[in-house]
């Protein structure tokens, strides 16, 4: 079972040490799409680390009857029957905000991450450490992607979860491209520049 | 007359406007992962063109007569990922039996394809936006070869730019994936720029 001390390095691996934007590059793909709202974005990142979780807590539990060979096969059933969960669930109780993220709910089902977690911790470890696991990977995914969603609206269209700010709506001159996706590309660069250059800091620090 | 007009509008739309990787976000990990040379960018380019509209073809028919006749429309996204590992599968036995030099070239990039979400998207995006119109079957199929193209197009842009990179004097944090990806967005914008045409 998790013991404390393990609870903790399996946290600051995922949200620090094997981060999946700055660290592994990992799944970017269908989440960076919907950046350009911070709403939008929590709704797709909370989707995001229910799956991962969820899934891996389930492929742990399923470790030991997968014969290996079909395991991708597996995997992907999971995954699809959690991420189905998620887009039926978001269209019945909210019809408008499933009709924004749009196709990119069930595109979290490609979402590199999620297959990773699976593949790489859950196939190996029992439930409950897989479940913190694919928690903290996703927490870990999500908060770089709000950052980046944060900085896109505020500058971009001068308001925040649709409120507009002081400041920035009336004497700022809206950089529009910032909510374009060029501006998706650029911020996420900048946001990984940041922090590869703190964490070879922190590194540096520790020997 | 009409019809085709409103089909090449399509393509040029898919190629060009909203290309897949510059404006949709879909398949940026093989197009960060694979554009390293112009070479591998271009076989796995052309791998998934050919996969692409192969799967643009057996969704829509996976849809409308197997779905819709069940009414588990639902089911779509698992349908989907499931048609398009299958094909993945199938399109490299085929292959791999009949044109051993195209598998040798295609070889790495096929398996690499399933996890590709550029390629789900198409078929996403076709039940979106297109199975409701008439015709809808040569306009999905459109799409799907359209969405390649644009795919390949971006993928061998960056992989020359990439290759220039590689000697260029770049600070040590912004080498490789961050650098990338200042390089799209600036590509970005000079595609932004074909947004005029439709």
């Known amino acids: 079972?998790?013991?404390?001390?393990?609870?903790?390095?399996?946290?600051?691996?995922?949200?620090?040490?094997?981060?999946?934007?700055?660290?592994?590059?990992?799944?970017?793909?269908?989440?960076?799409?919907?950046?350009?709202?911070?709403?939008?974005?929590?709704?797709?990142?909370?989707?995001?680390?229910?799956?991962?979780?969820?899934?891996?807590?389930?492929?742990?539990?399923?470790?030991?009857?997968?014969?290996?060979?079909?395991?991708?096969?597996?995997?992907?059933?999971?995954?699809?029957?959690?991420?189905?969960?998620?887009?039926?669930?978001l269209k019945a109780f909210w019809p408008e905000m499933s009709e924004n993220l749009g196709p990119y709910v069930g595109l979290i089902i490609t979402n590199c991450i999620v297959m990773g977690r699976c593949e790489a911790f859950a196939g190996s470890?029992?439930?409950?450490?897989?479940?913190?696991?694919?928690?903290?990977?996703?927490?870990?995914?999500?908060?770089?992607?709000?950052?980046?969603?944060?900085?896109?609206?505020?500058?971009?269209?001068?308001?925040?979860?649709?409120?507009?700010?002081?400041?920035?709506?009336?004497?700022?001159?809206?950089?529009i491209i910032m909510v374009m996706p060029p501006g998706a590309f650029f911020a996420l660069a900048l946001v990984i520049w940041l922090f590869r250059t703190i964490s070879a800091d922190s590194e540096e620090d520790s020997k | 007359m009409f019809e085709i007009g409103a089909i090449f509008k399509i393509f040029l739309a898919t190629?060009?406007?909203?290309?897949?990787?510059?404006?949709?976000?879909?398949?940026?990990?093989?197009?960060?992962g694979v554009s390293k040379n112009t070479d591998s960018a271009l076989g796995m380019g052309m791998a998934v063109i050919f996969v692409m509209t192969l799967t643009a073809i057996v969704t829509w028919f996976i849809y409308h007569y197997l779905l819709v006749p069940f009414h588990i429309e639902y089911l779509h996204i698992i349908a989907f990922i499931l048609t398009i590992a299958a094909l993945v599968q199938l399109v490299e036995m085929i292959i791999q039996k009949t044109a051993p030099a195209l598998y040798e070239a295609l070889g790495i990039y096929l398996p690499l394809i399933t996890t590709n979400c550029a390629v789900l998207g198409v078929a996403m995006l076709n039940k979106d936006t297109l199975f409701g119109q008439n015709l809808s079957f040569i306009k999905c199929v459109v799409q799907g070869f359209g969405a390649g193209v644009g795919f390949t197009i971006a993928m061998v842009l960056m992989a020359g730019i990439r290759e220039r990179l590689d000697i260029a004097d770049v600070p040590q944090p912004l080498k490789g994936v961050p650098i990338a990806f200042i390089a799209a967005s600036l590509l970005a914008i000079a595609f932004l720029g074909f947004s005029g045409m439709i």
């Open chain 1, 1 to 89: 079972m998790a013991s404390e001390a393990s609870t903790r390095t399996i946290m600051v691996k995922g949200l620090w040490k094997d981060n999946p934007i700055f660290r592994q590059v990992l799944g970017i793909c269908s989440t960076l799409a919907v950046t350009n709202l911070v709403l939008n974005t929590m709704v797709m990142c909370i989707a995001l680390v229910f799956t991962t979780a969820l899934s891996s807590f389930t492929v742990s539990l399923l470790r030991n009857h997968t014969p290996r060979r079909i395991r991708m096969m597996v995997q992907t059933l999971i995954i699809a029957f959690y991420v189905i969960l998620v887009d039926i669930g």
């Open chain 1, 125 to 175: 470890n029992s439930p409950v450490p897989s479940f913190i696991d694919g928690f903290y990977s996703g927490v870990g995914y999500s908060f770089i992607l709000v950052i980046i969603a944060f900085f896109r609206e505020l500058l971009g269209m001068g308001t925040l979860f649709g409120y507009p700010m002081p400041f920035f709506s009336t004497i700022w001159d809206k950089w």
């Open chain 2, 15 to 32: 190629v060009l406007v909203n290309n897949f990787i510059l404006f949709r976000f879909l398949g940026l990990c093989p197009y960060i």
